[in-house]
């Protein structure tokens, strides 16, 4: 597995680290109740298919990278910076309600 | 049918035609009192207890390929009784107990081998956290023994002793661990459930779970509608894509777990050997292959094969620990998907849907707990409550904070 880091370029796979599911990039606000906390930190959808998760280029240059990439095939659709995305407020809001 | 010596050497006089298939293969009734989803070790085990312990009959299992067909018919075989944790230490304790009884209780030979298993360590301080690890296992009414590097030489000769990047101090001995044929344990759970008329039904996939006010009512599956007043959920990998049919979220991600393979050779590793140091364990099954692993991929994934980067160091590992294996041919590997908890440590418990309950997060550990595992849930669903070896597995404890974190690591989804 490669994944292509969007400073340095593609990489072999052991230079990320694998942090989880990008849902950790949206931290529910500090009075915000147990279960969006519960569902931040532990329930995950897991999908087998499309997921988007958090990598950290470890072993180049330290950025934070959301990968979008497929859990059955290993094939990496997309990344980006997980600095300066857009819609990280908005998507916060969206998954408290789902909760 | 029972099997038996006498038996074996008759059918072979005979040409062996007198053997008959070990189950049957019923078409799916319309309804039954309860469903297990997922024909696995765990799921045919519970099977078997709700059967044989708590008289309960009309059951069906549901398969979605064939039985045994999932990671118990693809793991390393190890059973061990070796946890520090209360809450964890009781359950494996009983697991282990049901090992030593199981070929008796199934007339099935499911290959139990206690033949001893080593956890190295290679510094003064893991050597304390084994030491304690040991008392712990006494206590609880295992067995344990702290081996010296002479120890473990005597045990273990062709380690290499001289390397030093991880030097060898000694060893944790667990002479009751050992390994067992894992697909003879999930015929042998099939056998003795169906011969106490549990219908095992393969090629039947559960599409959807039917839940009417809050109840559970059946499953809707490829096989057509089937009514249950009771649903077991026990798809281990899976967890994640049943429970949302029933609307549910689980504290689960699935990752990948290689091991690997040799070509068969004449016996040369007598115990299972852990390298922890080195995220490497090796047995040698009675095929005569090594069959070894390491640590997890470390990415959530369904693609059952892993990535070359663990391949290499898994064969690092090795070659760092006995190097007398390097001339071994590998014939294959694998991956499978382990259901992992933030904590490492499974779940058996109720959910918010009334009749519907959770056997999952076997992590990378589920083999040896299979007699338990079917033991606890079975007594779940036959009595509403949970058994008392099995009652810290709650699929609510991320929430509540009371958690099992075995290897003392944290309770994130990354860290085990």
């Given at each position: 597995m490669r994944i292509t880091c969007?400073?340095?370029?593609?990489?072999?796979?052991?230079?990320?680290?694998?942090?989880?599911?990008?849902?950790?990039?949206?931290?529910?606000?500090?009075?915000?109740?147990?279960?969006?906390?519960?569902?931040?930190?532990?329930?995950?959808?897991?999908?087998?298919?499309?997921?988007?998760?958090?990598?950290?280029?470890?072993?180049?240059?330290?950025?934070?990278?959301?990968?979008?990439?497929?859990?059955?095939?290993?094939?990496?659709?997309?990344?980006?910076?997980?600095?300066?995305?857009?819609?990280?407020?908005?998507?916060?809001?969206?998954?408290?309600?789902?909760? | 049918?029972?099997?038996?010596?006498?038996?074996?050497?008759?059918?072979?006089?005979?040409?062996?035609?007198?053997?008959?298939?070990?189950?049957?293969?019923?078409?799916?009734?319309?309804?039954?009192?309860?469903?297990?989803?997922?024909?696995?070790?765990?799921?045919?085990?519970?099977?078997?207890?709700l059967a044989k312990n708590h008289g309960l009959t009309n059951i069906a299992v549901l398969e979605?390929?064939?039985?045994?067909?999932?990671?118990?018919?693809?793991?390393?075989?190890?059973?061990?009784?070796?946890?520090?944790?209360?809450?964890?230490?009781?359950?494996?304790?009983?697991?282990?107990?049901?090992?030593?009884?199981?070929e008796a209780e199934l007339n099935y030979n499911v290959m139990h081998s206690?033949?001893?298993?080593?956890?190295?360590?290679?510094?003064?301080?893991?050597?304390?956290?084994?030491?304690?690890?040991?008392?712990?296992?006494?206590?609880?009414?295992?067995?344990?023994?702290?081996l010296d590097r002479e120890g473990v030489r005597r045990h273990l000769p062709y380690l290499d002793f001289e390397q030093t990047r991880f030097p060898i101090y000694g060893g944790l001995l667990h002479r009751r661990g050992g390994t067992a044929r894992h697909d003879a344990v999930a015929w042998g759970y099939a056998r003795g459930a169906d011969q106490r008329g549990v219908d095992l039904i393969q090629n039947c996939e559960v599409t959807g779970?039917?839940?009417?006010?809050?109840?559970?009512?059946?499953?809707?599956?490829?096989?057509?509608?089937?009514?249950?007043?009771?649903v077991g959920i026990i798809v281990a990998g899976r967890s994640g894509q049943v429970a949302a049919m029933a609307g549910m979220r689980l504290p689960i991600e699935s990752h990948i777990l290689q091991a690997f393979v040799t070509e068969g050779l004449k016996?040369?590793?007598?115990?299972?050997?852990s390298f922890g140091m080195g995220h490497f364990y090796i047995s040698q099954s009675d095929k005569g292959g090594l069959v070894f692993g390491g640590d997890l991929d470390f990415y959530a994934s369904y693609a059952a094969r892993g990535n070359l980067p663990m391949v290499e160091h898994v064969m690092e590992a090795g070659m760092t620990l006995m190097p007398m294996i390097g001339k071994a041919k590998v014939l294959r590997s694998w991956g499978g998907i382990m259901d992992m908890t933030p904590d490492g440590s499974p779940i058996i418990d109720k959910t918010d849907v009334g009749g519907l309950y959770i056997d999952c997060g076997w992590n990378y550990g589920g083999f040896k707990a299979v007699p338990a595992s079917g033991w606890c849930m079975a007594h779940l669903m036959a009595t509403g409550e949970s058994h008392e070896v099995a009652r810290r597995y709650r699929l609510d404890r991320f929430a509540t904070g009371r958690l099992l974190d075995e290897e003392g690591t944290g309770s994130q989804h990354n860290l085990h």
């Open positions: 969007p400073l340095c370029g593609e990489r072999d796979r052991r230079e990320f680290y694998y942090y989880g599911d990008a849902v950790y990039a949206d931290r529910p606000a500090a009075d915000a109740a147990p279960e969006a906390w519960d569902d931040y930190l532990h329930l995950r959808d897991n999908p087998a298919g499309e997921t988007r998760d958090l990598w950290y280029h470890e072993m180049g240059c330290a950025a934070w990278i959301e990968v979008t990439r497929n859990t059955v095939t290993h094939e990496i659709l997309a990344t980006r910076l997980v600095a300066g995305r857009e819609g990280k407020k908005a998507a916060a809001k969206g998954r408290g309600k789902k909760a | 049918m029972r099997y038996s010596g006498l038996r074996v050497f008759t059918e072979g006089l005979f040409g062996n035609k007198g053997w008959k298939p070990a189950w049957r293969d019923p078409e799916p009734k319309r309804e039954y009192d309860t469903i297990i989803i997922g024909g696995g070790g765990h799921g045919l085990s519970t099977a078997y207890y979605k390929g064939y039985l045994g067909g999932g990671n118990v018919g693809r793991n390393t075989t190890i059973v061990r009784a070796n946890y520090f944790l209360p809450g964890n230490q009781e359950f494996y304790s009983h697991s282990l107990k049901l090992w030593e009884g199981l206690q033949r001893g298993l080593i956890n190295l360590f290679h510094s003064d301080g893991q050597r304390d956290a084994f030491a304690r690890r040991g008392n712990a296992m006494i206590n609880q009414g295992d067995d344990a023994e702290l779970i039917d839940i009417k006010d809050g109840r559970v009512t059946g499953v809707q599956t490829t096989r057509g509608a089937i009514k249950a007043k009771k016996p040369v590793i007598d115990h299972v050997v």
